[in-house]
T-cell receptor
């Protein structure tokens, strides 16, 4: 199974600023995803990070607010831009190392608090 | 879009009691996956069910996939404090995985 390193693990940011979260996988992956998890809630998919091209965003999430990069197979970043307190959440990087519909591996998450 | 609902949202049991969470999808699924998230942790894959009516066991955990492949269940026999956490089912949609609403299990020693 893959090991996913995500950083920072937590941060406290001021509104109006931006934070970039990094995700590094220790093996080649087929797909990478970014999820958001509000406290006590389920996981909501933000986008699929596509290697070398623009990410595919889910309804309610836009590139200007959550720009994503994936320059190679094993690394991706998610930026939370122009933050507001509503962006306070846990952001999770995940990756699939096998065939379509194979299980996901998750990073430890980034706990973001916006003041 | 696809929706995956779980009941109950929360269950509190005494150690040694059984526990069941139910998962229902708005669409037929090619497979269903189950994940466990410990408090403060990240989701960890438990199992995948593919066949209609499939039943799989992992020690005290029994997983079932419905005949119509639209629902699933997870049953834990004789819960232990180590079972504490949130259990999510998840179903594939296109190339993505859509997570259920989750069931938080609390176990009192």
């Amino acid at each position: 199974s893959a090991v996913i390193s995500q950083k920072p693990s937590r941060d406290i940011c001021q509104r109006g600023t931006s934070l970039t979260i990094q995700c590094q996988v220790d093996s080649q992956v087929t797909m990478m995803f970014w999820y958001r998890q509000q406290p006590g809630q389920s996981l909501t998919l933000i986008a699929t990070a596509n290697q070398g091209s623009e990410a595919t965003y889910e309804s309610g999430f836009v590139i200007d607010k959550f720009p994503i990069s994936r320059p190679n197979l094993t690394f991706s970043t998610l930026t939370v831009s122009n933050m507001s307190p509503e962006d306070s959440s846990i952001y999770l990087c995940s990756a699939r190392t096998g065939a379509l519909n194979s299980p996901l591996h998750f990073g430890n998450g980034t706990r973001l608090t916006v003041t | 879009g696809q929706q995956v609902m779980q009941i109950p949202q929360y269950q509190h049991v005494q150690e040694g009691e059984d526990f069941t969470t139910y998962c229902n999808s708005s669409t037929t699924l090619s497979n269903i996956q189950w994940y466990k998230q410990r408090p403060g942790g990240h989701p960890v894959f438990l199992i995948q069910l593919v066949k209609s009516g499939e039943v799989k066991k992992q020690k005290r955990l029994t997983f079932q996939f419905g005949e119509a492949k639209k629902n699933s269940s997870l049953h834990i026999t004789a819960t232990q404090t180590t079972d504490v956490g949130t259990y999510f089912c998840a179903g594939p949609w296109a190339n993505k995985l859509i997570f259920g609403t989750g069931t938080l299990l609390a176990v009192q020693p």
